[in-house]
C-alpha cells in the first residue's frame, strides 16, 4: 500500500518562510515522479511544482518559480518543498502527489497516489 504523508504546514506572517515535506512509504515503491498541489478555499487543486526521481529535474509553475524550491531525498523517500517570501495568497492546503511513470505533468489526474495534506496559512 503506498502511502504519502505531509508535513510541515502552520499559521505565518507574510514575507516569512517555509519548509514542507513528503514522506513516501510503500513496499515497493518507486514513483518516477512527484509533485506538491494545493487549493485553496473554493478553489480548485492547483499544481506548484513536480520533481523527476531519475534525473533530479524540476519544474515549476509561474508564480512558484524564484519562490518555491522542490527536491528530492532518494534514500530516505523524502519530497521537500522549500516555500520563501510567502504571500497570503499562497494560503491553501499543500498535498504531495506520486505517480509511477515518468513525466513532470501539472494535471492532477495525472498522479496516482496522494497524501492527506498540510495547511499553509499567510497572513498580513
Known amino acids: 500500500q503506498v502511502q504519502l504523508a505531509e508535513s510541515g504546514g502552520g499559521l505565518v506572517p507574510d514575507g516569512d518562510s517555509l519548509t514542507l515535506t513528503c514522506t513516501a512509504s510503500?513496499?515497493?515503491?518507486?514513483?518516477?515522479?512527484m509533485a506538491w498541489f494545493r487549493q485553496a478555499p473554493g478553489k480548485g487543486r492547483e499544481f506548484v511544482a513536480a520533481?523527476?526521481?531519475?534525473?533530479?529535474?524540476?519544474y515549476y509553475e509561474d508564480f512558484a518559480k524564484g519562490r518555491f524550491t522542490i527536491s528530492g531525498d532518494n534514500a530516505k523517500n523524502i519530497l521537500t518543498l522549500q516555500m520563501k517570501s510567502l504571500k497570503p495568497d499562497d494560503t491553501a492546503v499543500y498535498f504531495c502527489a506520486a505517480r509511477l511513470q515518468i513525466g513532470l505533468l501539472t494535471a492532477a489526474g495525472e498522479y496516482e497516489h496522494w497524501g492527506q495534506g498540510t495547511q499553509v496559512t499567510v497572513f498580513s
Open positions: 510503500g513496499n515497493p515503491f518507486r514513483p518516477a515522479a
Open positions: 520533481f523527476g526521481w531519475v534525473a533530479g529535474s524540476t
